[in-house]
T-cell receptor
Framework: DAGVIQSPRHEVTEMGQEVTLRCKPI?????LFWYRQTMMRGLELLIY????????DSGMPEDRFSAKMPNASFSTLKIQPSEPRDSAVYFC?????????FGSGTRLTVV | GENVEQHPSTLSVQEGDSAVIKCTYS??????FPWYKQELGKRPQLIID?????GEKKDQRIAVTLNKTAKHFSLHITETQPEDSAVYFC?????????????FGKGTHLIIQP
């Protein structure tokens, strides 16, 4: 199994642009999580899905952030419009009620 | 919601000595407590976890202890080696095992001095 796959690995964008981060969970895992990591705030849970349904989005910082999971093998996290304070590493993780596997992350820089 | 405090933020130990990292949590409903190791530029990786029905768990040089009454848990690494240098995160969740989200501590940068 290739593990949790995230793309792109690095993204540099200008303030105000739309950014879309992508995640492919491990096949058969029915939970998917999006986390954000910054020096100041550490690792924060943004949202998670169970069987493609959003369960808890209380960590989504504001309306500029949205996440979807149209099917069991794909999820997106979108930021529109992006701001410099959104610069962070965004991790996706999946699980099957036996522990979490993290992807390699997307390093987002908003200039 | 849950709040996890982690100490120290930086820990420097001599190679071969032991290292201890401590965490406290606020939500008494939390039942699952994993520890993650993150090397620079890499993803967090699970190194050990413990559930609330167990007081201690060991895996070779790594052990975790849990005190549910005091709401704190600790990571112990014995006979430290250079490859143990990394940032370690504690976390807590209610359901555990991947069925709900993790609340993380802020991390401990462990430095192993040769």
């Amino acid at each position: 199994d290739a593990g949790v796959i995230q793309s792109p690995r690095h993204e540099v964008t200008e303030m105000g642009q739309e950014v879309t981060l992508r995640c492919k969970p491990i096949s058969g895992h029915d939970y998917l999580f999006w986390y954000r990591q910054t020096m100041m705030r550490g690792l924060e849970l943004l949202i998670y899905f169970n069987n493609n349904v959003p369960i808890d989005d209380s960590g989504m910082p504001e309306d500029r952030f949205s996440a979807k999971m149209p099917n069991a093998s794909f999820s997106t996290l979108k930021i529109q419009p992006s701001e410099p304070r959104d610069s962070a590493v965004y991790f996706c993780a999946s699980s099957q009620v036996r522990g979490y596997t993290f992807g390699s992350g997307t390093r987002l820089t908003v200039v | 919601g849950e709040n996890v405090e982690q100490h120290p933020s930086t820990l420097s130990v001599q190679e071969g000595d032991s290292a201890v990292i401590k965490c406290t949590y606020s939500d008494s409903a939390s039942n699952y407590f994993p520890w993650y190791k993150q090397e620079l530029g890499k993803r967090p990786q699970l190194i050990i976890d413990i559930r609330s029905n167990v007081g201690e768990k060991k895996d070779q040089r790594i052990a975790v202890t849990l005190n549910k009454t005091a709401k704190h848990f600790s990571l112990h690494i014995t006979e430290t080696q250079p490859e143990d240098s990394a940032v370690y995160f504690c976390a807590a969740s209610i359901l555990g095992g991947g069925a709900d989200g993790l609340t993380f501590g802020k991390g401990t940068h462990l430095i192993i001095q040769p």
